[in-house]
């Protein structure tokens, strides 16, 4: 098991940005491939971006592709989520969650592909 907690959320204007951080801890870290969720209140947990344990390949959901860019650090056992150009329907809590990757170059964007979660990050927009 992996254990994930993240940091970085806040309130920020719409318009700004905001680097969210993952730390991970209890495993091999580089074996992982992580992802980011988020969930607004009485809205389903939704696929934000994922990375694959290379750090080569990564996806996005339309929503946010453009705006929003996911890497991954594993010296430094850490996954990043820099998001830009940020919009009030972008509010939500954030949750990063990992995966034992067999492939190398495979991302993941189903809640249900994943086995370790954080607590979340709270995420806020003002218009």
């Known amino acids: 098991q992996v254990q994930l907690v993240e940091s970085g959320g806040g309130l920020v204007q719409a318009g700004g940005s905001l680097r969210l951080s993952c730390a991970a801890s209890g495993h091999t870290f580089s074996n992982y491939a992580m992802g980011w969720f988020r969930q607004a209140p009485g809205k389903e947990r939704e696929f934000v971006g994922g990375i694959s344990w290379s750090g080569g390949n990564t996806a996005y959901s339309d929503s946010v592709k453009g705006r929003f860019t996911i890497s991954r650090d594993n010296a430094d056992i850490a996954v990043y989520l820099q998001m830009n150009s940020l919009k009030p329907e972008d509010a939500a809590v954030y949750y990063c969650?990992?995966?034992?990757?067999?492939?190398?170059?495979?991302?993941?964007?189903?809640?249900?592909?994943?086995?370790?979660w954080g607590q979340g990050t709270q995420v806020t927009v003002s218009s």
């Open positions: 969650a990992a995966v034992r990757a067999l492939l190398s170059g495979r991302t993941y964007s189903r809640a249900s592909d994943y086995n370790n």
